[in-house]
């Protein structure tokens, strides 16, 4: 019997957990956990999920960075496309369950509403990301330019902040922690772009040598 | 009264609330209308009894609407309720133990009787009231909720606003001991506590106007606003004050707490109006709660005939 990859069972598991919050989603659903307004758990709930996937897909290069964990990055496209999965159901939900097709009051919403204007842009720049998430697509993009493009997942993560902070009604203190952490995630790789910690990490080194 | 007839409800009756749940009839709808078959069937005798209860069996008042209610496990359930935690679900969860008795209510202010009374006093020899009237949240969705109460008109004469009172302005309890959402955050966002909402003068007295002891003919749930709210049909829901202490008739307009929070989203009057968005979202359609498709806000929230009137003269944009 060939000896059992790790990594075999591993996928698969994080696969699974993946699915667990839309699973739960959907039992609450069939059995009736909902609030009385089902719809508004739809929304708020494939919402935050596509924020959080959205962090944690962010989290993966800072993590194998500082951990040493380089085989995280085998994860990272799962992560990426439980983002856009997850704001696919989100905007369907707007599209179809809130605005049932009515695309006059959509397109109002797109031109006049700020939180709305942010959500569409997360999710369209999401899209070309999805699609180009294939080990082909790297080929026939290229890898420079592969990577130029995904870097949209910064733009798109501005985006999925502000449209959470323009949303809520007045207490702002979960989007602000939201755009906390996404600005530490970012500040990661603009201090690591920059070299900045390297003449951290030597005065470190230099303090405990001295 | 009515209070006793509630008591007298076979709890047999009670029961087929919860088959009631608009969950399962959503889910009906939801499937039916998403193409597929209606998985769930509902006895269908038990579609107009139970919950509808009470006040749908009885004559109907000149105010009340004959829509469909909601039921009560809904109304108990989905609230908007800050003192006690910011999502729909916390109110229930956290003012299980909120004492309302005993309750005193200060009146003060430009009025003849300034003095606390306890909640017997105030309400002394008023008459209980059904009305169902419609609720519609700023926040786009809307209920149907069979209301106890009696008129604000009758309260407001009792106490005998002086002549250069033009406002009435009404505070819910501070109590963080009690309401978890009244205690200081570091980060802020909240509200500025206590509660505050007012109505002009005329407002009060308009009939619709009204004070709820009760829902479905039982006592006020903690959550719904215990021991006594607001009740402004016509208006967003929020004017809505819940727990009563304070009561005061002033010649100034009242800073109201969604005012003083973000004045340009929420103003004085806050009366429903289709043709006046919120700055952030429409507010030309409502979801009822239990229906799966969104229907038309009505000017004044299908109260422009007793309340029109009031307003006329006024810009609502400016005046929203």
């Known amino acids: 019997m060939p000896k059992l990859n790790p990594r075999w069972i591993l996928k698969p598991a994080v696969f699974l957990i993946c699915l667990v919050p839309m699973v739960w989603l959907a039992w609450d659903t069939v059995s009736g956990n909902l609030t009385a307004n089902p719809l508004e758990d739809f929304r708020d709930r494939t919402g935050i999920w596509t924020l959080r996937f959205l962090m944690i897909t962010l989290s993966v290069t800072p993590l194998r960075r500082i951990t040493g964990w380089h085989s995280l990055i085998r994860f990272r496209r799962m992560f990426g496309l439980f983002t856009f999965f997850h704001s696919f159901l989100h905007f369907i939900t707007y599209i179809w369950l809130d605005q049932f097709f009515a695309f006059d009051e959509i397109l109002k919403d797109i031109t006049k509403r700020p939180f709305i204007i942010s959500g569409f842009a997360g999710f369209f720049l999401l899209i070309p990301l999805a699609i180009t998430s294939t080990k082909k697509w790297i080929g026939r993009l290229g890898g420079k330019r592969w990577q130029m493009l995904h870097r949209f997942i910064y733009v798109s993560a501005v985006a999925g902040v502000l449209h959470y902070y323009w949303r809520v009604k007045l207490d702002v203190r979960d989007p602000v922690a939201y755009g906390v952490l996404l600005a530490v995630l970012l500040g990661f790789r603009a201090f690591s772009r920059l070299n900045l910690f390297k003449p951290l990490v030597a005065r470190v080194g230099s303090e405990k040598s001295a | ?320």
């Not at chain 2, 087929?16 to 193409?35: D, H, V």
């Not at chain 2, 509808?52 to 359930?77: C, F, H, L, M, R």
């Not at chain 2, 809505?240 to 989203?265: H, N, Y």
Request: glycine letters at 6%.
């Open chain 2, 1 to 320: 009264m009515l209070i006793q007839r509630a008591s007298d409800i076979p709890s047999s009756e009670i029961t087929p609330e919860r088959l009631y749940s608009n969950r399962r009839e959503f889910i009906k709808t939801a499937s039916s209308a998403l193409g597929t078959a209606a998985v769930i069937s509902i006895l269908p005798g038990c579609m107009n009894s139970s919950a509808s209860g009470t006040a749908q069996n009885k004559a109907k008042g000149p105010y009340d609407t004959d829509e469909k209610q909601t039921p009560y496990e809904d109304i108990i359930s989905y609230n908007n309720y800050y003192e006690f935690g910011i999502d729909k679900s916390d109110p229930i969860k956290y003012s299980k133990n909120f004492k309302t008795k005993p309750w005193t209510v200060s009146v003060e202010g430009m009025v003849k009787k300034p003095a606390t009374y306890t909640l017997e006093d105030l309400t002394k020899g008023f008459a209980m009231e059904d009305r169902v009237y419609r609720m519609r949240c700023v926040e786009a969705w809307s209920m149907v909720i069979p209301w106890m109460g009696f008129p604000l008109a009758e309260l407001v004469k009792r106490l005998e606003p002086t002549p250069s009172a033009k406002y009435v302005e009404f505070k819910t309890i501070l109590d963080p001991s009690q309401m978890p959402g009244q205690k200081p955050s570091i980060f802020g966002g909240g509200l500025h506590w206590p509660y505050t909402e007012g109505l002009r003068l005329d407002e009060a007295m308009n009939p619709l106007a009204f004070i709820a002891m009760g829902i479905y003919g039982k006592s006020l749930p903690n959550q719904d606003g215990a021991p006594l709210r607001l009740v402004t049909p016509w208006k967003y829901g929020f004017k809505g004050v819940k727990a009563i202490v304070k009561i005061r008739f002033t010649d100034k307009q009242p800073l109201t707490a969604w005012m003083e929070a973000s004045p340009q989203e929420y103003g004085f009057y806050a009366n429903v109006n289709p043709q006046v968005d919120h700055p952030r979202w429409s507010q030309a359609s409502e979801r009822r709660i239990g229906e799966f498709y969104k229907r038309r806000t009505l000017m004044f929230n299908g109260y422009a005939e007793q309340v029109a009137q009031l307003y006329s003269g006024l810009d609502l944009r400016k005046n929203f």
